[in-house]
């Protein structure tokens, strides 16, 4: 039997095709943090407030937050809450699930938005892009779950141990924290994983050669050609 060795060529070629994947989802993941970071800094140098663009939910002037809210954060610390989830579940998901992510990530924007329009308290303000990053680790987790092969259940392990917390924060626990977002955006991207969870090919899975070795004994292990049919009388042994 011959050992499990890896073939180059075949490795070479599947490595390609990841790597380019992997530089495309964390180059468009940074390309929208770095957005996020700019918006910061010019709210922060000039003074001026875009508490006009927040989501008010139940107002219908408040609307325009559905497409807005994501891009704005309250301080510092609020955006780099977000910015790392962010860059890594988008670079993430967008690796092994581009056709998928590329559907979900408006899904998401757009359903967060509104399940928090009609969750939220009126007179409330939301803001931030946590409703995102929630429906993004939800995406991961339950492709992992629903598709169940190797890559799929390494990804949702990996979501699910960085920002497993985030199973907590759906539901109310801190004045001041949108649970709304959060659980809008988490049923958004469970919503997105069951609706697409095939349009992504699985990864080629590396053979063994002793995957294609035909069998030649039977399970106890004594070999075809040994059976012997007839009366079924035993031979005497020899003098």
């Known amino acids: 039997m011959d050992l499990p060795l890896p073939d180059p060529a075949a490795a070479h070629a599947q490595a390609k095709?990841?790597?380019?994947?992997?530089?495309?989802?964390?180059?468009?993941?940074?390309?929208?943090?770095?957005?996020?970071?700019?918006?910061?800094?010019?709210?922060?140098?000039?003074?001026?407030?875009?508490?006009?663009?927040?989501l008010r939910p139940h107002d219908p002037d408040g609307l325009i937050g559905i497409l807005t809210a994501p891009l704005l954060h309250a301080s510092l610390e609020h955006l780099s809450s977000n910015a790392l989830p962010l860059?890594?579940?988008?670079?993430?998901a967008g690796t092994l699930y581009p056709r998928a992510t590329a559907r979900a990530v408006p899904l998401i924007w757009v359903l967060a938005g509104v399940g928090t329009w009609f969750l939220g308290a009126p007179g409330s303000a939301h803001i931030g892009a946590s409703g995102i990053a929630h429906g993004l680790m939800f995406l991961v987790f339950v492709l992992g779950l629903l598709r169940r092969d190797r890559?799929?259940?390494?990804?949702?392990?990996?979501?699910?141990?960085?920002y497993g917390s985030m199973l907590v924060?759906?539901?109310?626990?801190?004045?001041?924290?949108?649970?709304?977002?959060?659980?809008?955006g988490a049923v958004a991207g469970v919503l997105a994983a069951i609706a697409w969870r095939r349009v992504d090919p699985a990864?080629?899975?590396?053979?063994?050669?002793?995957?294609?070795?035909?069998?030649?004994?039977?399970?106890?292990?004594?070999?075809?050609?040994?059976?012997?049919?007839?009366?079924?009388d035993i031979p005497p042994p020899p003098n």
């Open 17 to 54: 095709p990841m790597n380019r994947r992997f530089r495309d989802a964390a180059w468009i993941s940074a390309c929208f943090v770095a957005v996020l970071v700019t918006i910061a800094a010019f709210q922060a140098l000039t003074g001026l407030s875009l508490d006009d663009l927040a």
């Open 87 to 92: 860059l890594v579940l988008g670079t993430l």
């Open 151 to 162: 890559q799929a259940i390494a990804a949702g392990m990996i979501a699910f141990f960085l």
């Open 169 to 184: 924060t759906v539901f109310p626990h801190e004045l001041g924290i949108s649970w709304e977002y959060h659980l809008s």
């Open 203 to 232: 990864l080629p899975r590396k053979r063994y050669s002793w995957e294609d070795e035909p069998d030649e004994m039977d399970p106890e292990g004594i070999h075809p050609d040994e059976i012997q049919h007839g009366s079924g």
